[in-house]
Protein backbone atom coordinates (compact mmCIF):
# COMPACT_ATOMS: atom_id res chain seq x y z
CA UNK A 1 0.00 0.00 0.00
CA UNK A 2 1.60 3.76 -0.60
CA UNK A 3 1.10 6.30 1.19
CA UNK A 4 2.34 9.89 1.95
CA UNK A 5 5.11 10.31 4.40
CA UNK A 6 3.84 11.25 8.20
CA UNK A 7 4.98 14.79 8.97
CA UNK A 8 2.03 15.27 11.22
CA UNK A 9 4.25 16.64 14.05
CA UNK A 10 7.04 17.41 12.54
CA UNK A 11 6.69 21.23 13.57
CA UNK A 12 6.20 22.37 16.92
CA UNK A 13 2.26 22.57 18.09
CA UNK A 14 1.19 25.06 20.37
CA UNK A 15 -0.78 22.80 22.35
CA UNK A 16 -0.52 18.83 21.38
CA UNK A 17 -3.87 17.05 20.97
CA UNK A 18 -4.84 13.76 22.03
CA UNK A 19 -3.87 11.66 19.00
CA UNK A 20 -7.40 10.79 16.81
CA UNK A 21 -7.68 8.62 13.65
CA UNK A 22 -9.34 11.51 11.41
CA UNK A 23 -8.41 11.79 8.17
CA UNK A 24 -4.94 13.52 8.49
CA UNK A 25 -3.67 10.37 10.52
CA UNK A 26 -6.39 7.92 7.67
CA UNK A 27 -3.65 9.85 4.75
CA UNK A 28 -0.30 8.97 6.17
CA UNK A 29 -1.18 5.80 8.38
CA UNK A 30 0.82 3.16 6.11
CA UNK A 31 3.59 5.16 6.44
CA UNK A 32 2.99 6.21 10.17
CA UNK A 33 2.99 2.77 11.54
CA UNK A 34 5.57 0.95 9.86
CA UNK A 35 7.69 3.59 11.02
CA UNK A 36 6.20 3.78 14.65
CA UNK A 37 5.49 0.19 15.10
CA UNK A 38 8.91 -2.29 15.38
CA UNK A 39 8.16 -5.12 13.40
CA UNK A 40 4.51 -4.34 11.75
CA UNK A 41 4.96 -6.04 8.54
CA UNK A 42 6.36 -9.30 10.30
CA UNK A 43 3.10 -9.52 12.56
CA UNK A 44 0.76 -8.47 9.57
CA UNK A 45 2.27 -11.51 7.32
CA UNK A 46 2.22 -14.08 10.39
CA UNK A 47 -1.45 -13.28 10.90
CA UNK A 48 -1.81 -14.17 7.36
CA UNK A 49 -0.54 -17.34 7.86
CA UNK A 50 -2.74 -17.58 11.31
CA UNK A 51 -5.78 -17.20 8.86
CA UNK A 52 -4.77 -19.77 6.77
CA UNK A 53 -4.68 -22.08 9.61
CA UNK A 54 -7.21 -21.32 12.20
CA UNK A 55 -9.69 -20.10 9.28
CA UNK A 56 -12.83 -22.80 8.87
CA UNK A 57 -15.30 -23.32 5.81
CA UNK A 58 -18.60 -21.24 6.71
CA UNK A 59 -17.21 -19.13 9.66
CA UNK A 60 -16.05 -15.46 9.87
CA UNK A 61 -12.81 -13.89 9.98
CA UNK A 62 -12.68 -10.64 12.45
CA UNK A 63 -10.86 -7.78 12.20
CA UNK A 64 -11.09 -5.54 14.97
CA UNK A 65 -10.14 -2.22 14.31
CA UNK A 66 -8.62 -2.67 11.02
CA UNK A 67 -7.64 0.65 10.22
CA UNK A 68 -6.91 0.37 6.33
CA UNK A 69 -6.84 -3.30 6.45
CA UNK A 70 -3.65 -4.64 5.75
CA UNK A 71 -4.28 -7.45 8.33
CA UNK A 72 -8.02 -8.66 6.45
CA UNK A 73 -6.07 -8.23 2.99
CA UNK A 74 -3.27 -10.61 4.64
CA UNK A 75 -5.98 -13.18 6.07
CA UNK A 76 -7.47 -13.02 3.08
CA UNK A 77 -4.50 -13.99 0.50
CA UNK A 78 -4.08 -16.95 3.07
CA UNK A 79 -7.43 -18.21 3.13
CA UNK A 80 -8.24 -21.12 1.52
CA UNK A 81 -11.45 -22.87 2.38
CA UNK A 82 -14.90 -22.24 1.44
CA UNK A 83 -17.63 -20.07 2.40
CA UNK A 84 -15.46 -18.10 4.63
CA UNK A 85 -16.43 -14.08 5.46
CA UNK A 86 -13.65 -11.67 6.77
CA UNK A 87 -15.65 -8.93 9.13
CA UNK A 88 -13.38 -5.55 9.43
CA UNK A 89 -14.48 -3.32 11.58
CA UNK A 90 -13.72 0.78 12.47
CA UNK A 91 -14.85 3.10 14.54
CA UNK A 92 -13.21 5.98 12.26
CA UNK A 93 -14.66 6.66 9.15
CA UNK A 94 -11.94 8.75 7.58
CA UNK A 95 -10.44 4.77 7.71
CA UNK A 96 -13.00 2.96 6.47
CA UNK A 97 -13.50 5.23 3.78
CA UNK A 98 -10.27 4.76 2.17
CA UNK A 99 -10.58 1.18 2.98
CA UNK A 100 -13.71 0.73 1.30
CA UNK A 101 -12.20 2.64 -1.81
CA UNK A 102 -9.81 -0.02 -1.92
CA UNK A 103 -12.08 -2.54 -2.05
CA UNK A 104 -13.85 -0.58 -4.92
CA UNK A 105 -11.06 -0.72 -6.79
CA UNK A 106 -10.01 -4.20 -6.76
CA UNK A 107 -10.45 -6.39 -10.15
CA UNK A 108 -11.22 -8.99 -9.66
CA UNK A 109 -13.32 -9.44 -6.59
CA UNK A 110 -12.07 -12.12 -4.64
CA UNK A 111 -13.90 -14.98 -3.24
CA UNK A 112 -13.68 -14.05 0.24
CA UNK A 113 -15.53 -11.44 1.12
CA UNK A 114 -14.24 -8.87 3.23
CA UNK A 115 -16.96 -6.83 4.76
CA UNK A 116 -16.76 -3.65 6.24
CA UNK A 117 -18.78 -2.35 9.47
CA UNK A 118 -18.32 1.62 11.01
CA UNK A 119 -18.79 0.50 14.04
CA UNK A 120 -17.12 0.24 17.63
CA UNK A 121 -15.27 -3.24 18.73
CA UNK A 122 -17.72 -2.98 22.10
CA UNK A 123 -21.24 -3.11 20.04
CA UNK A 124 -20.55 -5.21 17.52
CA UNK A 125 -21.86 -8.84 17.84
CA UNK A 126 -18.87 -11.69 17.28
CA UNK A 127 -20.53 -14.79 16.35
CA UNK A 128 -19.10 -18.40 14.13
CA UNK A 129 -15.58 -16.60 14.52
CA UNK A 130 -12.68 -19.21 13.50
CA UNK A 131 -10.04 -16.15 13.68
CA UNK A 132 -10.89 -12.76 15.35
CA UNK A 133 -7.72 -10.13 15.08
CA UNK A 134 -7.30 -7.16 17.51
CA UNK A 135 -3.72 -5.98 16.10
CA UNK A 136 -2.92 -2.93 18.14
CA UNK A 137 -6.47 -2.31 18.93
CA UNK A 138 -6.98 -3.14 22.44
CA UNK A 139 -4.60 -0.57 23.74
CA UNK A 140 -6.87 2.19 22.96
CA UNK A 141 -9.76 1.04 24.55
CA UNK A 142 -10.22 1.85 28.55
CA UNK A 143 -8.82 -0.57 30.53
CA UNK A 144 -11.86 -1.23 32.12
CA UNK A 145 -13.88 -2.48 28.96
CA UNK A 146 -11.27 -4.67 27.94
CA UNK A 147 -12.56 -7.53 30.26
CA UNK A 148 -16.12 -7.38 28.38
CA UNK A 149 -14.97 -7.33 24.87
CA UNK A 150 -12.70 -10.17 25.27
CA UNK A 151 -15.60 -12.22 27.36
CA UNK A 152 -17.16 -11.29 24.50
CA UNK A 153 -14.98 -12.39 21.68
CA UNK A 154 -14.22 -15.94 23.57
CA UNK A 155 -18.18 -16.49 23.72
CA UNK A 156 -18.00 -15.95 20.02
CA UNK A 157 -15.32 -18.26 19.00
CA UNK A 158 -15.71 -21.85 17.45
CA UNK A 159 -13.99 -24.43 19.55
CA UNK A 160 -10.32 -24.45 18.47
CA UNK A 161 -10.67 -21.22 17.35
CA UNK A 162 -7.95 -18.25 17.82
CA UNK A 163 -7.25 -14.47 19.00
CA UNK A 164 -4.55 -12.83 17.97
CA UNK A 165 -3.83 -9.75 20.14
CA UNK A 166 -0.93 -7.35 19.02
CA UNK A 167 -0.01 -4.23 22.00
CA UNK A 168 2.49 -1.80 22.97
CA UNK A 169 3.56 -3.72 25.89
CA UNK A 170 4.55 -2.04 29.55
CA UNK A 171 6.96 -3.73 31.65
CA UNK A 172 6.69 -3.96 35.75
CA UNK A 173 10.29 -3.40 36.59
CA UNK A 174 11.07 0.41 35.90
CA UNK A 175 14.41 -0.27 34.92
CA UNK A 176 13.09 -2.51 32.25
CA UNK A 177 10.27 0.01 31.15
CA UNK A 178 12.72 3.02 30.67
CA UNK A 179 14.75 0.90 28.49
CA UNK A 180 12.11 -0.72 26.28
CA UNK A 181 10.90 2.94 25.43
CA UNK A 182 14.28 4.21 24.83
CA UNK A 183 14.50 1.73 22.18
CA UNK A 184 11.76 2.18 21.04
CA UNK A 185 12.46 6.41 20.83
CA UNK A 186 16.10 4.23 18.87
CA UNK A 187 13.83 2.79 16.27
CA UNK A 188 11.73 5.55 15.63
CA UNK A 189 14.75 8.05 15.13
CA UNK A 190 16.23 5.21 12.61
CA UNK A 191 12.89 5.11 10.90
CA UNK A 192 13.63 9.28 10.40
CA UNK A 193 11.51 10.64 12.86
CA UNK A 194 12.93 13.88 14.74
CA UNK A 195 13.23 14.15 18.70
CA UNK A 196 10.06 16.68 18.00
CA UNK A 197 8.31 14.00 15.92
CA UNK A 198 9.10 11.32 18.80
CA UNK A 199 8.13 13.45 21.93
CA UNK A 200 5.09 15.75 20.56
CA UNK A 201 3.39 12.16 19.14
CA UNK A 202 4.29 10.74 23.00
CA UNK A 203 2.27 13.56 24.23
CA UNK A 204 -0.76 12.91 21.69
CA UNK A 205 -0.93 9.27 22.99
CA UNK A 206 -0.56 9.81 26.96
CA UNK A 207 -4.16 8.56 28.12
CA UNK A 208 -5.09 7.46 24.60
CA UNK A 209 -3.02 4.69 24.07
CA UNK A 210 -2.69 2.35 27.52
CA UNK A 211 -0.32 -0.25 27.45
CA UNK A 212 -0.61 -3.06 30.11
CA UNK A 213 2.13 -5.90 31.09
CA UNK A 214 1.82 -9.64 29.01
CA UNK A 215 1.05 -10.94 32.64
CA UNK A 216 -2.35 -8.23 32.81
CA UNK A 217 -3.01 -9.83 29.30
CA UNK A 218 -2.50 -13.24 30.06
CA UNK A 219 -4.39 -13.26 33.41
CA UNK A 220 -7.36 -10.94 31.71
CA UNK A 221 -7.54 -13.74 29.13
CA UNK A 222 -7.60 -16.94 31.42
CA UNK A 223 -10.03 -15.09 33.50
CA UNK A 224 -12.44 -14.96 30.49
CA UNK A 225 -11.43 -18.51 29.71
CA UNK A 226 -8.96 -18.46 27.15
CA UNK A 227 -7.15 -22.31 27.64
CA UNK A 228 -4.03 -20.65 26.60
CA UNK A 229 -2.37 -17.31 25.53
CA UNK A 230 1.85 -17.47 24.35
CA UNK A 231 3.71 -14.83 22.82
CA UNK A 232 5.16 -15.19 19.56
CA UNK A 233 6.64 -12.02 18.74
CA UNK A 234 8.07 -9.45 20.09
CA UNK A 235 11.00 -6.35 19.18
CA UNK A 236 11.10 -4.23 22.12
CA UNK A 237 7.86 -3.21 23.42
CA UNK A 238 5.72 -3.97 20.74
CA UNK A 239 4.42 -7.71 20.77
CA UNK A 240 1.87 -10.25 19.82
CA UNK A 241 0.24 -12.69 21.22
CA UNK A 242 -2.20 -15.20 20.70
CA UNK A 243 -4.82 -17.26 23.04
CA UNK A 244 -6.73 -20.03 21.93
CA UNK A 245 -10.14 -21.30 22.99
C1 LIG B 1 -3.60 -2.78 11.23
N1 LIG B 1 -5.28 -3.21 12.94
O1 LIG B 1 -3.10 -2.05 10.35
N2 LIG B 1 -13.93 0.56 17.95
C2 LIG B 1 -13.52 0.41 16.67
N3 LIG B 1 -12.28 0.77 16.24
C3 LIG B 1 -11.45 1.33 17.13
C4 LIG B 1 -11.81 1.53 18.48
C5 LIG B 1 -13.11 1.12 18.88
N4 LIG B 1 -13.54 1.27 20.14
N5 LIG B 1 -10.78 2.10 19.13
C6 LIG B 1 -9.79 2.26 18.22
N6 LIG B 1 -10.20 1.80 17.02
C7 LIG B 1 -4.62 -2.17 12.14
C8 LIG B 1 -3.99 -1.11 13.01
S1 LIG B 1 -4.61 1.07 14.61
C9 LIG B 1 -3.23 0.92 15.63
C10 LIG B 1 -4.87 -0.64 14.10
C11 LIG B 1 -2.34 2.09 15.74
C12 LIG B 1 -9.43 1.75 15.77
C13 LIG B 1 -8.86 3.09 15.34
O2 LIG B 1 -9.82 3.88 14.64
C14 LIG B 1 -7.68 2.65 14.48
O3 LIG B 1 -8.03 2.57 13.12
C15 LIG B 1 -7.32 1.27 15.03
O4 LIG B 1 -8.33 0.91 15.96
C16 LIG B 1 -5.98 1.21 15.73
O5 LIG B 1 -3.34 -3.96 11.38
O6 LIG B 1 -2.56 3.09 15.05
O7 LIG B 1 -1.40 2.02 16.62
Not at 44 to 61: D, E, K, T, Y
Amino acid sequence: MTSIKDSLYSQPLGEVNGFAFDENVAQVFPDMIQRSVPGYQTIIAAIGLLAGRFARPHSVCYDLGCSLGAASFAMRQNITVENCKIIAVDNSSAMLARLENLLEQETPRHSTIIELQCADIRDVKIENASIVVLNFTLQFLAVEDRENLLAKIYAGLLPNGALIISEKLAFEDTRQQALQIDLHHAFKKAQGYSALEISQKRTALENVLIPETFAQHQQRLQSVGFGSTELWFQYFNFASFIALK
